[in-house]
């Protein structure tokens, strides 16, 4: 399963982004979703993260501002990002498992599958 994430680039203080995963060969049906980001110098951290029913996670910084969904064929997620900060300057992955236990959404190593990432820069 290839994860293929697009969608990154410049944008300005303020400004918008959406973000887009899709996997080949497959849907997301059933599948935990999630995105994470990696800054430069720092350690990948969790962003958000969507399960099958609907339920979604948020870190405390991106709450309010960023909103994961899931196209209706379920071929696609999504991540909205509105009221962007230079802090939010990363590379963003999308990642997604068949299996991640409640609690534990925010850990990268709960996901087997991971996409190769897209960059976002936000301009102060």
């Known amino acids: 399963v290839q994860l293929q994430a697009s969608g990154g680039g410049l944008v300005q203080t303020g400004g918008s982004l959406r973000l887009s995963c899709a996997a080949s060969g497959r849907t997301f049906s059933n599948s935990i979703m999630g995105w994470f980001r990696r800054a430069p110098g720092k350690e990948r951290e969790f962003v958000a993260a969507?399960?099958?029913?609907?339920?979604?996670y948020y870190a405390d910084i991106v709450k309010d501002r960023f909103t994961i969904s899931r196209a209706n064929n379920k071929t696609m997620i999504y991540l909205q990002m509105n009221s962007l900060k230079p802090e939010d300057t990363a590379v963003y992955y999308c990642?997604?498992?068949?299996?991640?236990?409640?609690?534990?959404?925010?850990?990268?190593?709960?996901?087997?599958?991971w996409g190769q990432g897209t960059q976002v820069t936000v301009s102060s």
């Open positions: 969507l399960r099958p029913s609907g339920m979604t």
């Open positions: 990642a997604f498992d068949r299996s991640v236990r409640f609690g534990l959404e925010h850990v990268g190593k709960s996901y087997l599958f």
